[in-house]
């Protein structure tokens, strides 16, 4: 298999096993148990081995102190063998603990990528009327915080839970060999709790603040970078660059305030289990002197002290880190649990040509966001952007939209291709509503080209052939030719595996609308929609393409959106677009001449033909 198609098997990376239980009403915890119970094998592993591995640090110091009291009471015999089972329990520790961690990770990463395939699947699914309210690029860098914050804790949170567990059980063996000295030798560690939760008061919210200066450092990179071409032509470097500085400074201060809280706190908490071994010397020492405890005990003691210190240092972190993943949970569900707007119908029929017509019949349609953009108007009334439209295109037929800027040209566009629903009145092909027809076979059928395209940073092969990537050399090639691209592309060094740069701004603008164009051909939509398509096409390589389009889709019903005379003049009908809905159609020369707001336009967009004109 060679490494471009490794690329595209989907198989060896398989989806997520489960996803998140739907019902909003459970809690998190029980939300998320479906997707952790997929990686149940090293979930049960992880505690089997867990277990041992707990016990057996316990068991350290309590043999250690057996194999002390041999050594003082002269035991030769006793001492090999508590030595000897030192070293197995020592290596039994190794290999359990080890075993445990990686199958505690194992479980914690697994839960993260399958969070994040879920996550970004459901994102794909969602409606452009999500996207138009949400802004897309934050939800995915604040996922990737939230999903870390449930990892984190499902890695620890074991961990710090077998460590509370391992104080219980060696309290419960020091309080079997002497009460007072188990009282005096734990007495510190509250200190090192309350110590713990101090410097977690005050460095927790440090870490938010800086998670928000590095977003915004992150930000400030980011529009640089891509909007490069404006901060040079604006000259405007000396400007980004102390933007980015203060930015740098605001983390500076953060991290500095931060190593400053944690200078106060970290030598106390680790002072205090030192002066709890002091302590168990003196008072353990008195007691061993007067015969109480044995010397062993004594070291048994020491070693607890140091060991138990841990759970009293992570229960803190245990709380904060799960209220923490129950907030990103939370966030994280909020986006699952966005339904996709648009979506098929069970009964949805599939549609493989435009036989007849297609008809939009009174159709009225508002952003749903856009009622909030203009807050000065203060009605709650959605400003529609389509009024009562009523339009029939006949199969094969050429129509042109020509309307103002704003009046709605591309939203009637959207509307054929489902990006947004009507809010009432229907859209129709060959009699079939649009709702009825299968989302995908009717996107096939339909293709359309946007007037700013967006190009991947690959081949200019793979973005023509995007839509059908099994498509022959012959047939890139042929799409090329139609669209009036393949000049431009033998010319170029590395012809079709020229590689784009990012969004193909190695393109000319006139270039890009051109692949786009071609990657839209060559998928052989039964209708072509030209959204301003050929907008920054010369005229002269313009009417070029017109021509074999002309040709080449006598067939295909064709949608033209558009200012330019010479694209008008192919339409076999125009239809003038205004307050959203079809004021006049008709012929170029008849709008033109009967119709003063059509003139206006056509002169606007089009100085030199008027001046051919007057
Ligand atoms: N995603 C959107 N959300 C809200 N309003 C939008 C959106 N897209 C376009 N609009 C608004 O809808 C109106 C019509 O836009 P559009 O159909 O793009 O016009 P045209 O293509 O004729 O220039 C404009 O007033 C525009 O502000
Ligand atoms: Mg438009």
């Known amino acids: 298999m060679t490494e471009s198609q490794e690329h595209q098997t989907s198989g060896n990376y398989p989806p997520p096993k489960n996803s998140i239980n739907p019902d909003t009403d459970l809690g998190w915890i029980k939300r998320l148990l479906p997707v952790a119970r997929s990686h149940r094998k090293p979930m049960i592993i992880g505690v089997c081995v867990g277990s041992v591995a707990l016990i057996l640090n316990v068991a350290v110091p309590a043999i250690a102190k057996e194999a002390i009291d041999s050594t003082i009471a002269g035991n030769r015999e006793e001492l090999t063998v508590w030595a000897l089972i030192l070293i197995v329990v020592g290596l039994g520790r190794f290999v359990t603990g080890a075993l445990y961690r990686i199958s505690l990770f194992r479980v914690a990463w697994g839960v993260e990528t399958d969070l994040r395939a879920l996550l970004y699947s459901h994102l794909t699914k969602l409606s452009f009327s999500y996207f138009d309210r949400t802004q897309s690029g934050q939800v995915i860098s604040r996922a990737n915080s939230d999903i870390r914050s449930i990892q984190v804790l499902l890695a620890f949170g074991p961990l710090i839970g077998m460590s509370i567990i391992s104080f219980i059980l060696a309290f419960c063996f020091m309080m079997t060999i002497h009460i007072p000295l188990t009282m005096v030798a734990l007495s510190t560690l509250p200190g090192v709790y309350f110590f713990g939760q101090k410097l977690r008061h005050s460095v927790f919210p440090l870490t938010w603040v800086s998670q928000a200066r590095l977003a915004e450092l992150a930000t400030i990179v ?33 991290n500095v305030q931060t190593i400053k809280e944690r200078a106060k706190f970290n030598p106390v908490i680790e002072a205090l289990p030192r002066i709890g071994m002091a302590i168990v010397l003196l008072y353990g020492g008195l007691l061993a002197i007067d015969g109480q405890v044995s010397i062993g005990t004594l070291f048994a003691f020491n070693a607890y002290v140091i060991m138990l210190q841990a759970p009293f240092r992570m229960f803190g972190f245990l709380l904060l880190q799960t209220q923490r993943a129950s907030a990103s949970a939370s966030r994280i569900f909020e986006v699952l649990d966005e339904k996709p707007e648009i979506t098929d119908l069970p009964t949805a029929v599939k549609i493989t040509e435009v036989r007849d017509s297609i008809r939009f ?30 339009l029939s295109i006949s199969a094969g037929e050429t129509i042109a939209i020509v309307g103002m800027t704003g009046s709605g040209k591309s939203t009637v566009a959207r509307l054929l291709t489902r990006f947004y629903d009507v809010n009432s009145g229907s859209i129709l092909i060959d009699d079939v509503d649009i709702k009825r027809i299968q989302l995908h076979s009717l996107r096939q059928q339909i293709g359309i080209v946007f007037d700013e395209p967006f190009l991947f940073s690959t081949s200019i092969s793979e973005n023509i052939s995007y839509g059908k990537p099994d498509a022959s050399e012959a047939e890139i090639v042929e799409a090329a030719r139609k669209a009036q691209a393949l000049g431009f592309i033998t010319d170029l060094e590395s012809g079709f595996s020229t590689v784009v740069g990012e969004r193909g701004y190695t393109l000319s603008g006139g270039q890009r609308q051109r692949i786009a164009l071609a990657r839209c051909l060559l998928e052989k939509p039964s209708v072509l929609i030209l959204d301003d398509a050929t907008s920054a096409i010369d005229v002269g390589v313009e009417s070029l393409i017109h021509e074999s389009l002309k040709t080449s889709l006598e067939e295909t019903t064709t949608l033209l959106i558009a200012q330019r005379v010479s694209t008008i003049a192919l339409a076999d009908r125009i239809v003038f677009l205004e307050g959203g809905a079809i004021s006049d159609e008709g012929s170029h020369s008849s709008l033109l001449s009967r119709n003063a707001a059509y003139a206006a336009i056509i002169a606007e967009s089009n100085p030199e033909t008027v001046k051919e004109i007057s």
């Open 222 to 254: 980011d529009e640089n970078i891509n909007g490069t071409r404006v901060v040079k032509s604006f000259a405007a470097e000396k400007q980004q660059i102390s933007l980015l500085q203060k930015a740098a400074r605001h983390i500076e201060w953060v």
């Open 361 to 390: 019949q009174n159709v009225n349609f508002s952003y749903s966001g856009s009622q909030s953009l203009d807050p000065a108007k203060g009605s709650r009334a959605r400003s529609e952007i389509i009024t009562n439209l009523d």
